[in-house]
Nanobody, 123 residues
Framework: QVQLVESGGGLVQAGGSLRLSCAASGRTFSSYAMGWFRQAPGKEREFVAGIRMSGGTTYYADSVKGRFTISRDNAKNTVYLQMNSLKPEDTAVYFC????????????????WGQGTQVTVSA
């Protein structure tokens, strides 16, 4: 069982930055691939970024590539999402998720989810 708690969301102007954190409970954090997803009002939840168990390989949606960076600190049981050059279209609730095995883009294939943190980017 893994419990995930996101933090770091807020209101920021376009072009600004935010750093999201996702703290995980449990002693087996390093055995989980981690993903960040987001969901805007009226839209489906979409993949944003993912990172393998070891942290050596990362994956990004085309819409955030070059602006967002995912990382993890297995000693702290935490995964991060650094978001730079934010745009109004990045506004959404951001969720972290965990699954054993590899990173996948499909939300339904993740086993554990946090409660989400709101990110609002003003024009």
């Amino acid at each position: 069982q893994v419990q995930l708690v996101e933090s770091g969301g807020g209101l920021v102007q376009a072009g600004g930055s935010l750093r999201l954190s996702c703290a995980a409970s449990g002693r087996t954090f390093s055995s989980y691939a981690m993903g960040w997803f987001r969901q805007a009002p009226g839209k489906e939840r979409e993949f944003v970024a993912g990172i393998r168990m070891s942290g050596g390989t990362t994956y990004y949606a085309d819409s955030v590539k070059g602006r967002f960076t995912i990382s993890r600190d297995n000693a702290k049981n935490t995964v991060y999402l650094q978001m730079n050059s934010l745009k109004p279209e990045d506004t959404a609730v951001y969720f972290c998720a965990a699954r054993q095995s590899i990173v996948v883009l499909t939300p339904t294939r993740y086993d554990y989810w946090g409660q989400g943190t709101q990110v609002t980017v003003s024009a």
